[in-house]
């Protein structure tokens, strides 16, 4: 995990720029680095992952190009073989292929050819071109403004970074590329070309060997790695494969929950326990929860309420491990609901609506689960992977017949609960027990503590008013007003950022509720008991 500011021009304070890059030093405190080309300037912040030398600092400078990329790319060992015959690597980093593969391919050939979580800028000094670009999920984030001086493209890891440089920021596009004057789509997640309907032996079979090596490419790493594990299916999941492909090495687990009923912690004790992992455990109380709340909103940059709530136990824990830990990376489990389904899900019409809805929170997950995953993790100096947003295995699990991956089971997720069923992944117990959200699973007592909180800020008058102050996604709960609140004390007049309140589909029966939780469904039944 790193973090960058490039900037097309040069019309501006340089205290400016080092203040500006100063903001993104969580994400890279091990080396920082800033480089003039023309009339460009790059800042760099790095957390080394791949190569720990100086040989693999960035900013990248190569055949008249100079690049700068937060990502790693899983496949640059094959990559790097097809251009041994027309380039003299001078490191072990993933990210050096990039120029190199640029010109021999073009910058919308090479954006294809990639299997990574990135995002890079890269100048060419023949074209006297700017051009950046966001893998297909947008793992690893990204914006785009103009300065404010003389209205140049500007790129910077976070939205904060461009704040002192620029007054319109936007959110880089995932999938796209920037050619030097258009954005261009290279690749949509939600978007396959052919359905197919498998058996279920099958399908089964097509998500387990593709997840299984999205865990292994995401092994590759010379610093150490731990596992975020909720108890939760997806990351137990993430765990027991990362442990048999150790050959039963433990790994190192690692959990927070509650001091009050943390039933996350039972789970994930359950996991750790079957697995055999060096595990740790973290207590967090309401005055840590509510001392962290600033920091949270602060880090996301975001006012969603799903997406804070469910970020607080997860910040808490990356600063624990941050502290007490040497680790740099960490696997997780996030983007496998918005494919496979959500509690609220379970009330699909039909598969193709099931589909429609799939396909839509896959090209929002960079912003909501996918910007918590990278915020919390990176803000303490550790590098997040996602094995559920492999390239392979999306575009697999995206293809399959909808009507298969509904709740036709009276089993959230079936398919993915089968296709590791009664193979020594983990017990039938913990495999089909049904999903718990992580923002309430904390003995169901932080959300109720942040609820609480807010009832002694705000009154129902304040509520009924939020309309005057907040035309854009008006908050419409003292929770989400006190959210709100805070956001715009950062980052005043920028909450289109985020295009909307993550909540169940409210067009469909027994979906049209008040709170994203899933407490509060019909059929949230004993989850999280």
């Known amino acids: 995990m790193c973090g960058f500011l490039a900037v097309d021009s040069m019309k501006f304070d340089l205290k400016t720029f080092d203040e500006a890059l100063e903001k993104n030093f969580h994400r890279g405190p091990d080396m920082t680095s800033k480089l003039q080309a023309d009339e460009m300037m790059f800042g760099f912040n790095r957390l080394a992952i791949m190569d720990l030398s100086d040989d693999g600092m960035q900013p990248f400078k190569a055949d008249k190009c100079t690049l700068v990329c937060n990502g790693e790319i899983y496949n640059y060992l094959t990559l790097k073989d097809n251009l041994k ?22 910058l919308d050939t090479m954006c294809k050819m990639l299997d990574a979580e990135f995002a890079f800028v890269l100048y060419d000094q023949t074209t006297k071109k700017v051009m950046a670009a966001r893998d297909p999920v947008g793992i690893r984030p990204m914006f785009y403004g103009y300065t404010k001086e003389d209205n140049q493209i500007a790129f910077g890891s976070t939205a904060k970074t461009l704040m002192p440089l620029c007054d319109k920021i936007l959110p880089f596009p995932p999938g ?83 001091d009050r009923n943390p039933i996350d912690l039972k789970y994930a004790r359950e996991v ?33 309420i799903t997406t804070i709530r469910a970020s607080i136990g997860m910040y808490l824990l990356c600063k624990n491990i941050h502290e007490t830990t040497d680790l740099k990376v960490i696997l997780t489990g996030e983007c496998s609901d918005e494919m496979f389904g959500y509690k609220y899900t379970d009330y699909a019409p039909n598969a193709e609506e099931f589909q429609k809805e799939a396909m839509k929170r896959v090209r ?47 089993k959230g997720k079936y398919l993915l609960r089968e296709a590791f069923a009664g193979q020594d992944y983990l017990s039938d117990d913990i495999l089909m027990r049904e999903k718990a959200a992580f923002s309430d699973a904390v003995g169901h ?85």
């Open 445 to 529: 007592s932080l959300v109720d503590d942040l609820k609480a909180y807010a009832d002694e800020m705000y009154t129902d008058e304040d509520v009924a008013k939020a309309k005057d102050k907040y035309e854009y996604r008006t908050p419409f709960t003292k929770e989400s007003l006190l959210y709100r609140d805070i956001f715009e004390e950062y980052f005043p007049g920028k909450a289109s950022w985020i295009k909307d309140f993550w909540m169940p589909n409210k067009n469909w029966e027994n979906c049209d509720v008040d709170d994203p939780s899933a407490r509060v469904l019909k059929n949230y039944g004993d989850s999280g008991k």
């Open 272 to 304: 750790a326990d079957y697995l055999g992992t060096d595990h740790t455990e973290f207590i967090m109380t309401r005055e840590d929860v509510l001392g962290a709340l600033r920091d949270v909103i602060y880090t996301l940059e975001t006012w969603d």
């Open 85 to 106: 015959d027309d380039y003299e690597f001078e490191s072990g980093s993933d990210c050096e292929v990039l120029i190199p593969l640029y010109r021999k391919y073009g």
């Open 364 to 410: 929002e997950l960079y912003m909501y689960d996918v910007l918590r995953a990278d915020r919390c993790i990176s803000s303490n100096s550790l590098e997040g992977r996602v094995p559920f947003a492999d390239k392979d295995f999306m575009e697999y699990v995206m293809s399959i017949d909808p009507a298969m991956k509904m709740n036709k089971y009276d």
């Open 176 to 258: 796209h590329y920037y050619d030097g004057e258009k954005f261009v789509c290279y690749h949509d997640p939600a978007m396959v070309s052919k359905m197919i309907t498998p058996s279920l032996k099958e399908a089964t079979k097509g998500i387990h060997d593709r997840l299984v090596a999205a865990v292994k490419k995401r092994l590759q790493s010379d610093a150490p790695v731990g596992y975020l594990l909720s108890g939760g299916l997806d990351s137990s999941l993430v765990c027991s494969i990362a442990s048999k492909l150790k050959g039963g090495k433990p790994i190192k687990t690692f959990a927070i929950g509650m």
